[in-house]
């Protein structure tokens, strides 16, 4: 894996995320379409708040192409909820709290000196392997939408 983050062609590993809702995303959820994890350290920071009210700019033509976003981090979906819900975005959270970044650390996006998520992108296809990822030099860096069409792009090209 360069960088730590996983590699392109790498099927999914398990893990299982909470949702908003009380459920659980894992896996076997990234069947079947192109999915997009937007990794981000915490909820209500400037740059992650960029980062958002950016992709949520340019949702509906990445849905036009097949493609779902999530947000993940390390908050708990308490947290997660109000941060969405403030911003105004649709694109749903999921919280890799409990154990602590064990989905990150699992995908190459966790910046153990901080103890938190790193900024970064994971792009799977419809089949559940890596299509794309992109890890950000810094947590402070904004991967720009230009990225997850990139990534989608990407996706779209390996399932095709």
């Not at 559940?128 to 997850?148: I, K, M, Q, R």
Request: hydrophobic fraction near 40%; charged fraction near 15%; glycine fraction near 10%.
């Amino acid at each position: 894996m360069a960088d730590g983050i996983i590699a392109p062609g790498t099927p999914a590993p398990e893990f299982t995320l909470k949702t908003e809702d009380g459920g659980t995303f894992t896996a076997a959820d990234l069947q079947g379409r192109i999915t997009v994890l937007v990794f981000y350290p915490f909820a209500f920071s400037s740059v992650c708040t960029n980062q958002f009210q950016v992709y949520e700019e340019v949702l509906d033509e990445f849905k036009a192409q097949g493609a779902e976003l999530y947000g993940v981090s390390t908050d708990a979906t308490p947290s997660q909820t109000a941060f969405r819900e403030s911003l105004g975005v649709s694109i749903p959270q999921l919280s890799d709290f409990e154990p602590k970044g064990a989905t990150a650390k699992a995908l190459g996006a966790y910046f153990e000196p901080a103890g938190m998520t790193n900024r970064a992108l994971v792009v799977f296809g419809p089949d559940g392997t890596v299509a794309w990822s992109h890890l950000a030099d810094s947590p402070g860096d904004l991967p720009g939408a230009n990225l997850v069409a990139e990534g989608i792009a990407a996706a779209t090209s390996a399932s095709a």
